[in-house]
Nanobody, 124 residues
Framework: QVQLVESGGGLVQAGGSLRLSCAAN????????MGWFRQAPGKQREFVAA????????YYADSVKGRFTISRDNAANTVSLQMNSLKPEDTAVYYC?????????????????WGQGTQVTVSS
């Protein structure tokens, strides 16, 4: 069982930056692929970014590529999402997710564990 807790959301102006963090419990964090998803009001949850358990490869949605960076610290059991050049369309609840091994990282149904989400609001 893995419990995930996100933090770092908030209100920011367009063009600004935020850094989201996800803290995980458990001693096997290093074996989990970690993903970030988001859900805007009235829309389906969508993939944002993922990082393999090895940290050797990262994946991004086209909409955030070049602006967002995912990273992990296995010693601290955390995964982070650095978000730069934020746009109003980035406004959503952001969720951290975990799955052991190497899933289809863009598919939310591949993930076994989810955090409660953190709100990101970007004003124009």
């Amino acid at each position: 069982q893995v419990q995930l807790v996100e933090s770092g959301g908030g209100l920011v102006q367009a063009g600004g930056s935020l850094r989201l963090s996800c803290a995980a419990n458990g001693r096997t964090f290093s074996t989990y692929t970690m993903g970030w998803f988001r859900q805007a009001p009235g829309k389906q949850r969508e993939f944002v970014a993922a990082i393999l358990w090895t940290g050797s490869r990262t994946y991004y949605a086209d909409s955030v590529k070049g602006r967002f960076t995912i990273s992990r610290d296995n010693a601290a059991n955390t995964v982070s999402l650095q978000m730069n050049s934020l746009k109003p369309e980035d406004t959503a609840v952001y969720y951290c997710a975990a799955r052991r091994g190497v899933p289809d990282v863009r598919n939310e149904y591949e993930y076994d564990y989810w955090g409660q989400g953190t709100q990101v609001t970007v004003s124009s």
